[in-house]
């Protein structure tokens, strides 16, 4: 595993890198449009390299949209009734989707484990979405994503050639 960026000045990093990130999706909207396979490959080589149990920064600072299916699925996983995980641990946000009533996420450990690992959100099983067909669909999601996660943030760097880390 390679050192993680230092969570405190990823925001900081990303919004170095935001600007060139926003270009080059402006001059290569078309070509990104076939990269999945190169997008996949850095996620595959920037993932292998990084520990998610020694940051969970996602479970920590993001919000998943909950689905009734996941519901069913943590419902199950705890041993409880639906209406009773909607109650204890879920809200409506204001755009109208179902969300954890708090960050960190309530399924978190001290540890960065997930009490809940195996029947977790789908947003959260997909994060951090780099590896998803079509990516460039999700392209500026993932520039948001770069302020959270050091994956995101090091497949846009080396996807669009920039490296603002240069020099610290």
């Known amino acids: 595993m390679s050192k ?15 600007a060139n990130w926003q270009r ?17 490959a850095l996620h595959d080589k920037i993932s292998e390299r990084t520990d998610c149990l020694s940051c ?21 996983s ?11 641990y879920l809200r ?9 009533k708090s960050m960190p ?18 947003a959260c099983r997909e994060y951090p979405h780099t590896d998803r067909k079509r990516f460039y669909q999700i392209y500026k999601l993932s520039i948001k994503n770069a302020y959270t996660c050091p994956i995101v943030f090091e497949v846009l760097e080396e996807l669009t050639d920039s490296n603002p880390t240069k020099g610290l």
């Not at 920064?57 to 699925?73: A, F, H």
């Open 92 to 100: 409506v946000d204001e755009d109208g989707d179902m969300v954890f």
């Open 105 to 122: 996420c309530p399924f978190l450990g001290a540890d960065n484990y997930c009490a809940i690992y195996e029947s977790r959100p789908k």
């Open 78 to 88: 705890l041993r409880i009734k639906t209406s009773d995980v909607i109650a204890k």
């Open 24 to 40: 080059f999706l402006v001059k290569n909207k078309k070509k990104l449009e076939g990269m999945d396979l190169q997008v996949h």
């Open 4 to 18: 993680l960026i230092d969570l405190k000045l990823l925001p900081t990093l990303a919004a170095k890198s935001e």
């Open 56 to 76: 969970g920064n996602c479970c920590r600072t993001l919000g998943p949209r909950i689905t009734d299916k996941d519901i069913d699925r943590m419902a199950k």
